[in-house]
């Protein structure tokens, strides 16, 4: 019998197969889509080719269009209308909606255009899901006979089996295994993408968005669709695959598997730690002992063959006369499948036999929200392409995984992020000696600082904080308030305040790279602002909230139930001032966190001067990433 190793190459190669199937059939979609958007979009000229502007960006449009509902286009811009705040712009705007001329044609024309949004979505549905059902039966055919093949070719036996009929692969393909079955995920993936356009189309009609610009949305929502459209049906077939191989152990009678995760650099940590492990096949469960574990996952298992397994195996490869069939080492998978299916008219392609496995690059595909926010193409791709080249492939990691959960992403002249809706917005800096996407990677910082959970960080100090104040909003467990980031970010104030000099000082005016280290000493040492900063006001609103709960309390104060948690840690807290100035850590803490991803992401002079004045909080976050689940 062969190595364990080399039927876990063969396996993994099996896959590999199947996935190129999925490939192809993802850019058969892409196709259909891409003609989807070219009609939209000549559509789309048609209707905005000299729109009116009322002088309403298209921040303000969305947000007033979110709270406006989801009704007809008239009666839309009729109630986003109403909520315009500058009262001539409201008249201007409502003038021309109740008018009878070229804006109200416009917006005749744009019901029209929402209607045949709909019907080309729904024909892109049907043709998309058509291909992946054409492909997923493929696929499970596929799989079933090259499973069955694998485990004879193993084991030396011939067994007899059960053909796989359209009755088992109907069942599979009908499975709600996550959710929902493929179909479902389709329809709700391409109603998503109608339902964004539209609401494109009414920002634009709103903002008086530039017709070549409106054409361009329509194309990334389309671009947003494809990549979606290929998760489903790479990760479909990778279930289909695998649930296909199942019935296989289940006809040989195998009761139970060895989880094979492909060992690269992509690897997800949930398959690495799967890798090698071998579980009951009663107890499979995709996604959480058998693949997929997640979407393009890449992983698949191997039959684990005990004594009764083969035993078994035996017993029904033995001819009338008892003599035990036996299926030649060097036999080839055409020649198996003619011999034991008999339906040469429907050739399988063969494995690979040569235990070489071709992994093809997996990288991220697309950062979507970045995608629709607006921002230029060809400054998406120089992002995405950023981060998918990263020399740090914890970041590559970070953004793949968790990117794309960012509710919506918009440019703006001041960055910000908002953690109760998730959503960020970016700004370009103005001055030549800082990165590009500074602000945003900062803002990217932010969220991932929030919304991510990380392995091994501990939060007994803002715990005991949350316990005194009761405060549980104002300070939250997040990494950069994890015990870990802190310790590291109190290191780097002593070594800060170690260095700081006239002439650092000096270096740092002349030098605009350095504003995440000068943002750092605007937090940790109160009224110190060299140049760039977020403030007084900013970096003591923690504490200032604590001043004000007590001002409205007369039976507690928690101010000094604070004070006694930093003594309790070994903080120098003798009065309150010195507990102000350990409170605004909090504040510090996050934007350092911000200010450090940005610079790691980005690189250049702002990197340089983050490893030299923030050393330790660099070191530890690095750590941390390390653990993103």
């Not at 811009?77 to 001539?88: G, K």
């Not at 019907?119 to 892109?124: D, F, S």
């Not at 715990?463 to 939250?476: D, P, Y």
């Not at 001002?551 to 004070?563: A, D, F, W």
Request: glycine share 6%; proline share 3%.
């Amino acid at each position: 019998m062969n190595s364990r190793d080399y039927w876990a190459m063969r396996s993994a190669q099996d896959m590999v197969d199947r996935m190129g199937t999925a490939e192809q059939t993802a850019a058969e979609m892409n196709r259909a889509i891409q003609k989807s958007a070219d009609y939209i979009a000549k559509e789309v000229k048609a209707v905005f080719r000299g729109i009116e502007s009322f002088g309403i960006s298209e921040s303000e449009a969305r947000k007033i269009l979110n709270a406006a509902g989801n009704k007809t286009a008239l009666q839309n811009l009729r109630a986003a209308a109403n909520r315009v705040s500058d009262p001539e712009k409201r008249q201007a705007l409502m003038s021309a909606i109740d008018s009878a001329g070229a804006y109200r044609y416009r917006i005749t024309r744009l019901e029209q255009l929402n209607k045949g949004i709909n019907a080309e979505c729904r024909k892109l549905y049907q043709t998309e899901n058509r291909a992946v059902t054409s492909a997923l039966k493929t696929v499970a055919n596929d799989s079933y006979y090259h499973s069955i093949f694998n485990i004879q070719q193993e084991t030396g036996l011939g067994f007899s089996f059960a053909k796989f009929s359209q009755k088992d692969v109907d069942r599979i393909l009908r499975a709600n295994w996550n959710g929902g079955n493929y179909s479902q995920r389709i329809w709700r993936d391409v109603s998503a993408t109608a339902e964004s356009m539209k609401k494109e189309l009414l920002v634009s009609m709103l903002s008086g968005r530039s017709n070549k610009k409106t054409a361009r949305i329509i194309q990334d929502r389309f671009g947003v669709n494809a990549y979606c459209a290929r998760r489903i049906v790479r990760t479909e077939s990778a279930y289909v695959a695998n649930a296909a191989q199942m019935s296989a152990y289940d006809e040989a009678g195998v009761d139970k598997y060895r989880f094979i995760a492909t060992l690269d650099s992509k690897t997800s940590e949930v398959c690495a730690a799967l890798d090698g492990k071998v579980f009951p096949a009663k107890d499979a469960v995709p996604g959480t002992n058998y693949p997929p574990m997640h979407p393009f996952c890449r992983s698949t298992t191997i039959a684990e063959f005990g004594g009764d397994a083969l035993a078994g195996m035996e017993r029904r490869a033995r001819d009338k006369d008892g003599n035990t069939m036996k299926v030649p080492a060097d036999m080839k998978y055409e020649e198996w499948y003619n011999k034991y299916v008999g339906d040469s008219t429907n050739p399988l392609t063969a494995a690979h036999n040569n235990g070489i496995i071709n992994i093809p690059k997996d990288t991220i595909r697309s950062l979507d929200k970045l995608k629709q926010s607006g921002i230029p193409n060809n400054e998406y791709e120089e992002y995405l392409e950023l981060i998918n080249n990263h020399d740090n492939p914890d970041i590559i990691k970070l953004y793949k995984r968790h990117a794309n959960d960012v509710s919506a992403i918009s440019n703006s002249p001041k960055g910000e992020y908002f953690p109760d809706s998730k959503s960020l917005v970016f700004n370009y800096p103005k001055h030549a000696d800082m990165n590009k996407y500074g602000n945003l990677a900062h803002e990217y910082g932010h969220f991932f600082d929030a919304e991510v959970k990380y392995q091994g960080l501990h939060f007994d100090e803002i715990q005991a904080v949350q316990k005194a104040t009761g405060l549980n909003t104002t300070f939250k467990e997040v990494a950069s308030s994890s015990d870990e980031f802190l310790a590291a970010l109190r290191k780097d104030k002593a070594h800060i305040r170690s260095i700081y000099t006239p002439e650092v000082k000096k270096d740092f005016l002349s030098h605009n790279a350095s504003h995440g280290v000068q943002d750092a000493i605007d937090g940790l040492f109160p009224k110190s602002r060299i140049n760039w900063g977020h403030g007084e006001k900013y970096y003591n609103r923690k504490y200032s909230n604590i001043e004000f709960m007590d001002k409205i309390s007369s039976t507690s104060s928690r101010k000094k139930e604070l004070q006694q948690v930093y003594k309790n840690l070994g903080l120098d807290a003798s009065n309150q001032t010195k507990v102000k100035v350990i409170c605004r850590q909090y504040e510090a803490a996050s934007e350092v966190w911000a200010n450090i991803m940005s610079a790691e992401v980005c690189g250049g002079e702002e990197l340089e001067y983050v490893k030299k004045y923030l050393p330790n909080s660099y070191a530890a976050m690095l750590n941390i990433l390390k653990g993103a689940k």
